[in-house]
């Protein structure tokens, strides 16, 4: 059972565009992780949303959790090559462990 | 930097071998975990440590055990590798009461 679904799976943009990722789920979880991953290499953990409509900002990345904290989004501003990657959404629902989305493979064309 | 390191980073082994896969942690947290990444599965748990000898299943648990006799090292085992076990194995920590993870630099295992 697949309880966190992103969307979209790819996105292939041009070199300063905006974009937006999404994270959505069915249920209810505790906090939400955003981790961005690069070819040959474990996740990397970008942030953590705890409380209903969270908002957090990285530099040009802002990350929600719905009213709800049954979603997320992760919105880029200005994308740049740098960005490229997989970005992968996380849920917790305080059961020691957390589930993962399968994610969405990010190509920033330069 | 988590201080996670896994060993071998890369292996090669025949259908119905062994193999044992090591986690080394050097700060001491409490929870350990493995997770393999297949295309189109995205990361899926294997199994979990909260302490010394204290394990539990996650998603794809069947045909893996795992052992943590130190706070500092969890070993994944395939007792009779397959194909299907082909895969990029990740070990994690977790810190914080959000269970968020730090993840090693994986290791390649293919079945042939």
């Known amino acids: 059972t697949q309880l966190l679904e992103q969307s979209p799976q790819f996105l292939s943009i041009q070199e300063g565009e905006n974009l937006t990722v999404y994270c959505n789920s069915s249920?209810?979880?505790?906090?939400l992780q955003w981790y961005r991953q690069e070819p040959g290499e474990g996740p990397v953990l970008l942030v953590t949303v705890v409380t209903g409509g969270e908002v957090k900002k990285l530099k040009r990345l802002t990350f929600q959790f719905g009213d709800a904290r049954k979603d997320s989004s992760l919105h880029i501003t200005a994308a740049q090559p740098g960005d490229t990657g997989l970005y992968l959404c996380a849920g917790a629902r305080g059961d020691d462990k957390i589930i993962f989305g399968k994610g969405t493979r990010l190509h920033i064309l330069p | 930097d988590a201080g996670i390191t896994q060993s071998p980073r890369h292996k090669v082994t025949e259908t119905g071998t062994p193999v044992t896969l090591r986690c080394h942690q050097t700060?001491?947290?409490?929870?350990m975990y493995w997770y393999r990444q297949d295309p189109g599965h995205g990361l899926r748990l294997i199994h979990y440590?909260?302490?010394?000898?204290?394990?539990d299943k996650g998603e794809v648990s069947d045909g893996y055990s795992v052992s943590r006799s130190k706070t500092e090292d969890f070993l994944l085992t395939l007792e009779s590798a397959t194909s299907s076990q082909t895969s990029v194995y990740f070990c994690?920590?977790?810190?914080?009461?959000?269970?968020?993870?730090?993840f090693g630099p994986g290791t390649r295992l293919t079945v042939t």
């Open positions: 994690a920590i977790s810190r914080g009461t959000s269970y968020e993870q730090y």
């Open positions: 700060e001491n947290h409490r929870y």
């Open positions: 440590s909260y302490g010394v000898k204290d394990t």
């Open positions: 249920s209810v979880f505790s906090s």
